[in-house]
Each structure stands twice: as structure tokens, then as C-alpha cells.
């Protein structure tokens, strides 16, 4: 397996159906590339359309308990542990891949000591080239071990927590030509609507 993507999800069935299909659409070799989604346990929607999803590439799913974005490190950390991927490409349920074949372009890059970032980051209806504050990247499987780490604690940092712990270490960020994502942002979607209440 060369690239594991490691999405986590919650209440965004559709849009994770459209991130899925945009990461085997866009993979040159999309055999050996994987989709390993975390869910929460209480996300009884998400939980069923398990079965509509599977079709769509090889996926594996990983059910557990809700932690909120809070918890994404843990989520990613969850899921870097059952991931079969050299590379891990770490993205959210509402993030579409776009530009053939970064599946192989990542395989060209030295396994250790650069974080990799899409070239270009569509957040909403912005667009920003080599940004090195993207929140989606590719480390290598079996990270943690560069970092001495062998366990997140609940309380870390959300998703920048690997690129943040591995620049620490010296890594350093380097842009994939070509590779592009697009971070549906929509603050009417059910999950932003129901985080807006969780804080009120």
C-alpha cells in the first residue's frame, strides 16, 4: 500500500462521499491507495451509509467515542495505527482532491525529514500557493517514532499537531507540484450548525 488517507468524519455523509470518490478519482494507481475514516460512535448516519461507501475503493472504518475537533489528534492518531500506507495523507470529510497523481508523485520524496503539502489550498472560494499553514499534508507512516512519542494525550493540539511535532524535530515543509486540495468550508452544513450550538 503506498498512501493511507486518513480522513476523520462526523455528520457530513455526503460530503464524505465526495471526498472519497475525489481521492480515487485523482489517484494515478488507486489500488494501492487506502481511506481509513474515523466516526463517532453516536453518528448513527454515518455509521450506516458504512456499506454505500465501501464500493467506492478500498476503506476501512473505525468507530469510536465522540471528542469533538478537540479530539483530532487522537483521531489521527487512531487511525495512523491501523493504516497500511508508506505514506499517511491526512485530510477532513469535507475536503475534495484535486490534480492527477499525487498517489505516485509522493512515493518520488525522501521517507524521512520532509512534511509534505499540497501546492495549492483552496479554503471556501480562496486560493493559496505553497501555504505552509494548510492543514493537510503527507508524513510518512510511523511518524511518531522520529518524535520519541507513543501516545497522544487528549488535550493536544488539533490537526496540526504531527506537522507541528515533526518540525520540532527539524522536518521541514516542502510543496507537491500538481497536488491541490479544496476545503469545502460551509458554515450551513450540519456539523458547523451543530458546533455553533455546542458553544452557545
Known amino acids: 500500500m503506498n498512501v493511507s488517507v486518513l480522513i476523520p468524519s462526523r455528520h457530513r455523509v455526503l460530503k464524505l462521499r465526495r471526498t472519497i470518490e475525489s481521492v480515487f478519482a485523482t489517484a494515478a494507481v488507486?489500488?494501492?491507495?487506502?481511506c481509513v475514516v474515523r466516526i463517532d460512535r453516536d453518528d448513527i448516519k454515518s455509521i450506516e451509509?458504512?456499506?454505500?461507501?465501501?464500493?467506492?475503493?478500498?476503506?476501512?472504518?473505525?468507530?469510536?467515542?465522540?471528542?469533538?475537533?478537540?479530539?483530532?489528534?487522537t483521531y489521527l492518531w487512531e487511525m495512523s495505527h491501523v493504516a497500511r500506507g508508506r505514506w499517511l495523507f491526512a485530510i477532513n470529510d469535507d475536503v475534495v482532491v484535486t490534480g492527477k497523481g499525487w498517489d505516485t508523485k509522493i512515493m518520488?520524496?525522501?521517507?524521512?525529514?520532509?512534511?509534505?503539502?499540497?501546492?495549492?489550498?483552496?479554503?471556501?472560494?480562496?486560493?493559496?500557493?505553497?501555504?505552509?499553514?494548510?492543514?493537510?499534508?503527507?508524513v510518512p507512516n510511523n511518524w511518531w517514532l522520529t518524535c520519541g512519542i507513543s501516545e497522544f494525550s487528549e488535550d493536544?493540539?488539533?490537526?496540526?499537531?504531527?506537522?507541528t511535532q515533526l518540525r520540532e524535530h527539524g522536518w521541514r515543509i516542502v510543496?507537491?507540484?500538481?497536488?491541490?486540495?479544496?476545503?469545502?468550508r460551509n458554515e450551513n452544513d450540519s456539523l458547523m450548525i451543530e458546533n455553533r450550538k455546542a458553544v452557545k
Not at 476503506?59 to 479530539?71: A, D, K
Not at 510543496?175 to 469545502?184: A, I, L, N, R
Open 175 to 184: 510543496f507537491m507540484p500538481g497536488c491541490e486540495t479544496w476545503h469545502d
Open 156 to 163: 493536544e493540539q488539533t490537526a496540526r499537531l504531527v506537522e
Open 108 to 138: 518520488e520524496y525522501p521517507i524521512f525529514g520532509q512534511v509534505v503539502v499540497p501546492e495549492i489550498d483552496r479554503l471556501g472560494g480562496s486560493t493559496y500557493r505553497n501555504n505552509p499553514s494548510c492543514d493537510f499534508y503527507f
Open 49 to 73: 451509509s458504512i456499506l454505500t461507501l465501501t464500493p467506492l475503493g478500498k476503506c476501512s472504518f473505525i468507530i469510536g467515542e465522540p471528542r469533538g475537533y478537540s479530539g483530532q489528534a
Open 30 to 34: 488507486p489500488e494501492y491507495v487506502e
